[in-house]
């Protein structure tokens, strides 16, 4: 298994997630990682929408042109 490191993560968030945690009766850790696969495993909404037009029909030959954006921030300063 691997493991990561998050920088920079805001007392509030920390304490909202320990917060959260304690809830559901796991460790915060456990919080995290149920967070994060949830967050990995959520199907691309415009795939999904495409898989669902074309069970539907008439949309079989639909292109899908390839992303080569990069994401950004948003800077709300």
Same mark, same amino acid.
């Given at each position: 298994?691997?493991?990561?490191?998050?920088?920079?993560?805001?007392?509030?968030?920390?304490?909202?997630?320990? $917060?959260? +945690?304690? /809830?559901? %009766?796991?460790?915060? #850790?456990?919080?995290v990682r149920y967070i994060l696969i949830r967050a990995a495993r959520r199907p691309h909404i415009g795939m999904a929408l495409? $898989?669902? +037009?074309? /069970?539907? %029909?008439?949309?079989? #030959?639909?292109?899908?042109?390839?992303?080569?954006?990069?994401?950004?921030?948003?800077?709300?300063?």
């Amino acid at each position: 298994m691997s493991s990561i490191i998050v920088r920079g993560l805001d007392d509030a968030v920390k304490q909202q997630l320990a $917060a959260q +945690a304690k /809830e559901h %009766g796991r460790s915060m #850790e456990a919080e995290v990682r149920y967070i994060l696969i949830r967050a990995a495993r959520r199907p691309h909404i415009g795939m999904a929408l495409l $898989a669902a +037009a074309q /069970e539907a %029909g008439g949309v079989e #030959e639909l292109p899908v042109p390839a992303r080569d954006d990069v994401a950004r921030s948003v800077d709300f300063g």
